[in-house]
């Protein structure tokens, strides 16, 4: 069975890096069309990155130039990269993926378990 696993998360003082992970755990052919959201509570989930299959990236306007989103293709495992963190950009974090478990089978989306950054002094 496929699963995202998450992690990295953690806690992490204003101004410092956290890098989060979210890889393919079981049989699977390849991955693309990687996303992260973030939910805090009270609020929305909202997208903060995403990758396509092609390779383009986009950002959320509060963490463009801080976070950078990207794929080891071959390790079937995206990542997001994140400096300069602020008190605002503690939330729940979830990644989102297609896997294709086979060469010849579609893709399917897949959500990871989430994993929690706090910025705090």
């Known amino acids: 069975q496929v699963q995202l696993v998450e992690s990295g998360g953690g806690l992490v003082q204003p101004g410092g890096s956290l890098r989060l992970s979210c890889a393919v755990s079981?049989?699977?052919?390849?991955?693309?069309?990687v996303a992260w959201y973030r939910q805090s509570p009270g609020n929305q989930r909202e997208l903060v990155a995403a990758r396509t299959s092609g390779g383009a990236s986009r950002y959320l306007d509060s963490v463009r130039d801080r976070f950078t989103i990207y794929l080891d293709s071959a390790q079937k495992t995206a990542y997001l990269q994140m400096t300069n963190l602020k008190p605002e950009d503690a939330a729940g974090y979830l990644c989102?993926?297609?896997?294709?478990?086979?060469?010849?089978?579609?893709?399917?989306?897949?959500w990871g378990q989430g994993t929690q950054v706090t910025v705090s002094s």
């Open positions: 989102h993926a297609g896997v294709r478990r086979h060469a010849d089978r579609p893709s399917a989306n897949y």
């Open positions: 079981g049989r699977a052919f390849s991955m693309s069309g």
